[in-house]
């Protein structure tokens, strides 16, 4: 599956972004997402992962309640609503594919371009 993000910019701390993640050459649908970031110096990390049907969703501790994310399978398209930025959360955001298991996320190796996120203070 191919993916292309986009939806990033700048952004004052407070406000909100939303991302999409749009997928092409293969079944979108039987595909559990994953939205990661990485920011500067720092290791690519995971934010938030979706299972292929939307039925299951994980995000982590420190985006919990300001970040969701979802999907329209009919649109081959993965989101990220970010809500209430702060600027530790200033980075790139990437989408993946792979599997959620046991609230762990496993990429296949499919990675977007990425696309910048800056929270400004």
């Known amino acids: 599956v191919q993916l292309a993000e986009s939806g990033g910019g700048l952004v004052q701390v407070g406000g909100s972004l939303r991302l999409s993640c749009a997928a092409s050459g293969s079944t979108f649908s039987s595909h559990d997402m994953a939205w990661y970031r990485q920011a500067p110096g720092k290791q690519r990390e995971v934010v938030a992962a979706?299972?292929?049907?939307?039925?299951?969703?994980n995000v982590v501790d420190s985006v919990k309640g300001r970040f969701t994310i979802s999907r329209d399978n009919a649109k081959n398209t993965m989101y990220l609503q970010m809500n209430n930025l702060k600027f530790e959360d200033t980075a790139v955001y990437y989408c993946?594919?792979?599997?959620?298991?046991?609230?762990?996320?496993?990429?296949?190796?499919?990675w977007g371009q990425g696309t910048q996120v800056t929270v400004l203070s």
């Open positions: 979706i299972t292929s049907g939307g039925d299951r969703r």
């Open positions: 993946s594919s792979g599997s959620l298991f046991s609230g762990s996320f496993l990429p296949s190796g499919s």
